[in-house]
Nanobody, 112 residues
Framework: QVQLVESGGGLVKTGGSLRLSCAAS????????MGWYRQVLGKQRTLVAS???????NYADSVKGRFTISRDAPKDTIYLQMNNLKPEDTAIYYC??????WGQGTQVTVSS
């Protein structure tokens, strides 16, 4: 089965930036939307940003203007550029394809 592998998480100070990457282990066929979710321990996983095969993007209100999702279609890879990070952005970030395939998650921690 196709696997999604995230990278790029880490520890950063408030106001800093990180770039997450998510690469598919093989070609993604039939998946028309990829995105990023995040989850804090004990809370529900929530959408951060998504991008369709046609390039249409969608963002959670809390990250608009700070985060940018992009896609390298030939490489079946998506990115999440996160700027002006805040402590409330601290979470495990998961990559998904059609909310069907999920990556293992990458930890993002923003210190105050």
């Amino acid at each position: 089965q196709v696997q999604l592998v995230e990278s790029g998480g880490g520890l950063v100070k408030t106001g800093g930036s990180l770039r997450l990457s998510c690469a598919a282990s093989e070609r993604l066929s039939g998946f028309n939307r990829m995105g990023w979710y995040r989850q804090v321990l004990g809370k529900q996983r929530t959408l951060v940003a998504s991008i369709t095969i046609g390039g249409i993007t969608n963002y959670a209100d809390s990250v608009k203007g700070r985060f940018t999702i992009s896609r390298d279609a030939p490489k079946d890879t998506i990115y999440l550029q996160m700027n002006n990070l805040k402590p409330e952005d601290t979470a495990i970030y998961y990559c998904t394809a059609n909310e069907y395939l999920w990556g293992q998650g990458t930890q993002v921690t923003v210190s105050s």
